[in-house]
């Protein structure tokens, strides 16, 4: 197993409380042996001008999904998780309904961690985006 510890989606729910993925409508599906997963959906919140889904909101999913899955990764009470560099391959748009981001590791080290998100959409299964966050593990103060 990759995490820290074993973690399931209601162990999760924590990280509902007053941030960017509540404000957009993420919720946490699906916690497996080395992935994490996790919906949006498309909406008045996630959509651009034109009525597709924003590209930035695809990073915030991938974001969030990334620094949580390498919290899991470390103990909580001695490191904490800061993002330095995301980028986001958007393949096709999508004008309503739900997109389902999946999170692996491409790698993880003491201090970096690379993750890998793809981002599907939840009625067809088409891909929508591919994104890569690279977060660095913090030792926390005492």
Known sequence: MLWFKPYSVEDLEGFRNANMGTHVGIRFEEVGDDYLKASMP????????FGILHGGASCVLSETLGSVA???CVNPDEQMIVGIEINANHIRSVREGRVIGTC???QT???LHVWQTEIHEEA?????CVSRLSVMILDKKA
Do not use: E, I
């Open 42 to 49: 498309v909406d008045h919140r996630t959509v651009q001008p």
């Open 104 to 106: 692996k590791p491409f």
């Open 109 to 111: 080290g003491r201090k």
């Open 124 to 128: 067809t299964g088409k891909l929508v």
């Open 70 to 72: 390498a919290w899991m």
